[in-house]
């Protein structure tokens, strides 16, 4: 148990819709990343936001935007919904006291989403 | 591009010695990491070195050679709850977290 929850746990959206997917932290950490996991593969890194601000992007198109709130939540939008959007989405806190990138993230069990 | 090596499966006996190998192409290496994840589950971490050598933790050790760009991670005594998929992962200096396609751990009794 992390203390990393996200919700929702499922999600059946279609083409062109928007969704947002909620995280919150544990307590303490003030780092927060989004990634998409396709099945059968390895996460994929969307972004990271420190101290509510996005300081890091993987190679995700601008549709896919994010918050981190002063309380270390976290939300990740996702606008104009593709088939292929269709994943297990995953974000993980962590507690960066300096350097670009945390050693060390917790997971939440993730939010699976399905694009119809 | 930036990319992470791994063998997609290895297969190994209960009680013996697992090594994963990860190779990486990236820029401004930071850190590499290990992550454990089972069928439906969530990754968790098991080790993470920024340095060259050896990092212990119980019956996991973790090694990495920056000049290589290579690191491996080492189970030791295996147990049937071992079995999962390991993901190795790169941070990057600018503020990149790559992961390997990762590698699937069978163990047979």
């Known amino acids: 148990e992390t203390g990393v929850t996200q919700s929702p746990t499922h999600l059946i959206k279609t083409r062109g819709q928007q969704v947002t997917l909620r995280c919150s932290s544990q307590?303490?950490?003030?780092?927060v990343s989004w990634y998409q996991q396709a099945l059968g593969q390895g996460p994929q890194f969307i972004f990271q936001?420190?101290?509510?601000?996005?300081?890091g992007r993987g190679n995700f198109p601008p549709r896919f935007s994010g918050l981190q709130f002063p309380n270390y939540s976290s939300e990740l939008n996702v606008n104009a919904l593709e088939l292929d959007d269709s994943a297990l989405y995953l974000c993980?806190?962590?507690?960066?006291?300096?350097?670009?990138?945390?050693?060390?993230?917790?997971f939440g069990p993730g939010t699976r989403l399905l694009v119809l | 591009g930036q990319s992470l090596e791994q063998p997609s499966e290895v297969t190994a006996v209960e009680g013996a010695i697992v090594q994963i190998n990860c190779t990486y192409q990236?820029?401004?290496?930071?850190?590499l990491s290990w992550y454990q994840q089972h069928d439906g589950g969530a990754p968790t971490f098991l080790s993470y070195?920024?340095l060259d050598g050896l990092e212990e933790t119980g019956r996991f050790s973790s090694f990495l050679s920056r000049s290589d760009s290579y690191g491996y991670l080492l189970l030791q005594e295996l147990q049937m709850k071992d079995s999962a998929s390991y993901f190795c992962?790169?941070?990057?200096?600018?503020?990149?977290?790559?992961w390997g396609a990762g590698t699937k751990l069978i163990i047979k009794p």
């Open positions: 993980a806190s962590s507690f960066r006291l300096a350097g670009p990138v945390p050693e060390t993230q917790y």
């Open positions: 307590s303490g950490h003030n780092t």
């Open positions: 936001y420190y101290r509510e601000e996005e300081n």
């Open positions: 990236t820029s401004g290496f930071y850190g």
């Open positions: 070195n920024a």
């Open positions: 992962a790169v941070g990057t200096s600018n503020y990149q977290l790559i």
